[in-house]
């Protein structure tokens, strides 16, 4: 227990010394959380219905569900890349 409280000790300083440590490490999570949530949201407030055809039908979704089938693609585009 007292292995964890050195280590905290020792993290919580170096925070201390470069608080812009937490802005790089939390870039990363909000970039991969954020920029498919931007994406869905843009293509659901933009997107023409024949641009959501064309979603269906590149990626084989269901027709029924115009969000479902844009986040659908945007899971499908972004998630293997990362």
């Known amino acids: 227990m007292r ?20 802005l790089s490490m939390a870039s990363l999570p909000a970039t991969l959380v954020g920029v498919p949530l931007v994406t869905v949201w843009y293509l659901m407030a933009r997107a023409s219905p024949v641009a959501i055809v064309f979603l269906e039908e590149l ?24």
Do not use: H, K, Q, S
Request: net charge negative.
């Open 3 to 22: 292995l964890t409280w050195v280590i905290l000790a020792r993290e919580l300083a170096e925070i201390r010394r470069a608080p812009i440590l937490l």
């Open 59 to 82: 990626y084989g979704l269901d027709p029924a569900a115009p969000a479902t089938t844009i986040a659908e693609a945007a899971a499908l585009n972004w998630l293997p890349i990362f």
